[in-house]
């Protein structure tokens, strides 16, 4: 209430009506529960951009790119975000099992090229051992830290982050952020969701997925099955690009549509463009795509969820700033954090009291 009568020049004069206006704002803001901003970071996809951006090694000769790099964005993400919890999601032992059971090219080939510089590792081997040991000690770093990492085997990182979307927001104005660079995410975004992109160094709401592909963040789940995503080995419709499909589909612009939706007007429009032959000739292939790329139905079996629920609703986290001290001098990790002690303290010692 303080902060409110500050801001006026001369409460005293206030005719009653308005008076009695402000103190039911006042009473409303008093009685209303503290918002939610939860910080989501998809673990794997801003370890290895950092271990490809970052070729460095510490005095010892070690790779530190990934390990530094990613424990160097916390700081930047935490302080823009300002968020209440912070979750690190890491995608389990086995986790593309069930989506290559539906496509079993999925991701497949992922690891068979080198993404770091060739000065760097005599072999794709040492590359890859490389990579293992900075996420192994980057987990550790973690349990440090006032923040909640999730892995659950057989499970990607999509499908945990999906339901936490879901399940996390409880009022209008909770806000989840999702960090990646994974363009999946953007199906997710609603008025309680916001997807930043660390390539594009921009928050995407609902109205830059309108700006940026003339349809509702709703369809891009829909645009995203008709096109495939070359990154996860997913064909899409032969003949349809990005900048074609709003002539075929306009419809995408306008309202929300399901797969159903699609071959509808497919039916409709079929001796029109052989585009519309081609999506009905492949109804299973593209049921198939849909089911992958969907995450509305995140692929988590009952005792998922409940563990999922009972990682949210937990208030126990640890914080042990000395022991993460500790680790940077050991991996002798440098300048890559100016003053760490600082850092740790004012990036993570305001979580412990949320």
């Known amino acids: 209430m303080k902060v409110l009568l500050h801001s006026l020049k001369n409460p005293i004069n206030m005719k009653k009506p308005e008076l009695l206006q402000l ?3 006042v009473s409303e803001q008093q009685e209303s529960p503290s918002h939610k901003r939860v910080l989501l970071i998809d673990g794997l996809n801003l370890f290895f951009r950092n271990f490809a951006m970052l070729n460095m090694v510490n005095p010892s000769g070690a790779h530190i790119g990934g390990l530094g790099g990613f424990l160097r964005s916390l700081g930047p993400l935490i302080r823009d975000i300002q968020p209440t919890e912070v979750y690190i999601i890491f995608d389990g032992m086995g986790s593309a099992n069930n989506r290559k059971n539906l496509i079993p ?5 992922r690891n068979t090229q080198r993404i770091t510089n060739w000065d760097t590792f005599d072999d794709l081997e040492e590359e890859h051992d490389a990579k293992i040991t900075q996420i192994v000690r980057l987990v550790q770093y973690l349990k440090t830290l006032p923040v909640k990492t999730l892995s659950i085997d057989k499970v990607e990182a999509d499908d945990i982050i999906a339901y936490l979307c879901n ?6 104005n909770d806000k989840v952020f999702i960090v990646s660079s994974d363009k999946d995410f953007l199906q997710l975004i609603n008025q309680n969701v916001i997807v930043y992109r660390p390539i594009e160094k921009e928050f995407y709401t609902e ?8 349809i509702p963040s709703k369809n891009f789940i829909i645009y995203k099955t008709l096109l495939g995503d070359s990154s996860d080995k997913i064909r899409g419709v032969k003949g349809l690009g990005p900048k074609g499909i709003l002539k075929k589909f306009p419809e995408l612009a306008k309202e929300i549509l399901s797969l159903s939706d699609v071959f509808n007007i497919c039916e409709f429009k079929l001796k029109t463009h052989v585009v519309y032959a081609r999506i009905l000739q492949n109804l299973e292939e593209l049921e198939k795509n849909y089911k992958v790329m969907d995450l509305s139905n995140p692929m988590l079996d ?3 969820k409940k563990y999922l629920n009972e990682i949210i609703q937990t208030s126990e986290l640890n914080y042990h700033p000395e022991q ?7 991996d ?3 300048g890559l954090i100016r003053n760490p002690e600082i850092w740790v303290k004012d990036m993570f010692e305001k979580l412990c009291n949320k």
């Open 332 to 334: 002798q990790l440098g």
């Open 105 to 109: 090219e999925y991701k497949s080939g």
């Open 207 to 214: 109205q830059t997925v309108l700006e940026r592909y003339n």
């Open 302 to 304: 009952e005792h998922d």
């Open 324 to 330: 993460f001290i500790l680790m940077y001098k050991e």
């Open 167 to 172: 399940k996390i927001p409880t009022h209008p």
């Open 23 to 25: 103190l039911s704002e």
